[in-house]
């Protein structure tokens, strides 16, 4: 059980490059999520899918991409990278117990991004 | 919108001392209150959470939260820090079971 797998660990990009985020769940959790970290910022939410084929977007969606082809994978795609977008993103997913779902979120390792 | 506030950006104690983070969040109805710790370099961890019962809430570590329905807050305390609790600490909250509504963090520094 490796819980939530986020690669890659660190990516540095050239600005209006794209690329994908990776993560992965082995819970079979059907609550999934991305945020990304800003110092003083706390985390705010990018985007979110409460199961397979479903997504909606969080507080700071533009610029990314989302798809939930599958219960385990949920990957964050950044279409044309800008140095805003520098950031640590983190993926996060959560069980449904007595109805209280997608309260109890366990997190990656996070991915270090540096747009340049 | 809903929010959630902490009060201190940046703590320093040290060892021994006792320890409370200040965390208030805006009415939106049902609230799930947590405190999470992320260490430096590592991933988010829960220390504890409230869903409903007894205000007080014992989580891992030495840790616990006192929720106060009427001051919508949720401080964490913790009698006796110690260097190992060197790291930041946030307060989400979950309105209406919906979306995880985060706080800026609090970082902790204790001194040997």
């Known amino acids: 059980n490796a819980g939530v797998t986020q690669t890659p660990k660190f990516q540095v990009l050239k600005t209006g490059q794209s690329m994908t985020l990776q993560c992965a769940q082995d819970m079979n959790h059907e609550y999934m999520s991305w945020y990304r970290q800003d110092p003083g910022m706390g985390l705010r939410l990018i985007h979110y899918?409460?199961?397979?084929?479903?997504?909606d977007q969080g507080e700071v969606p533009n610029g990314y991409n989302v798809s939930r082809s599958t219960t385990e994978d949920f990957p964050l795609r950044l279409l044309s990278a800008a140095p805003s977008q520098t950031s640590v993103y983190f993926c996060a997913s959560s069980y449904s117990r007595g109805g209280r779902w997608r309260n109890i979120q366990y997190f990656g390792a996070g991915t270090r991004l540096s747009v340049l | 919108a809903q929010s959630v506030s902490q009060h201190n950006h940046h703590v320093i104690l040290s060892e021994a001392a006792s320890l409370e983070l200040g965390c208030n969040y805006s009415y939106g109805g049902t609230v799930n209150l947590f405190w999470y710790v992320q260490y430096p370099g590592q991933h988010l961890q829960l220390l504890l959470k409230y869903f409903s019962g007894d205000p007080l809430v014992k989580g891992i570590k030495g840790f616990e939260a006192e929720f106060i329905k009427s001051k919508f807050s949720f401080n964490l305390r913790k009698p006796s820090v110690q260097w190992s609790d060197t790291a930041e600490y946030f307060c989400?909250?979950?309105?209406?079971?919906?979306?995880?509504?985060f706080g800026a963090g609090t970082r902790l520094t204790v001194k040997p």
């Open positions: 989400p909250v979950v309105y209406n079971n919906n979306d995880m509504r």
């Open positions: 899918s409460v199961g397979a084929g479903i997504t």
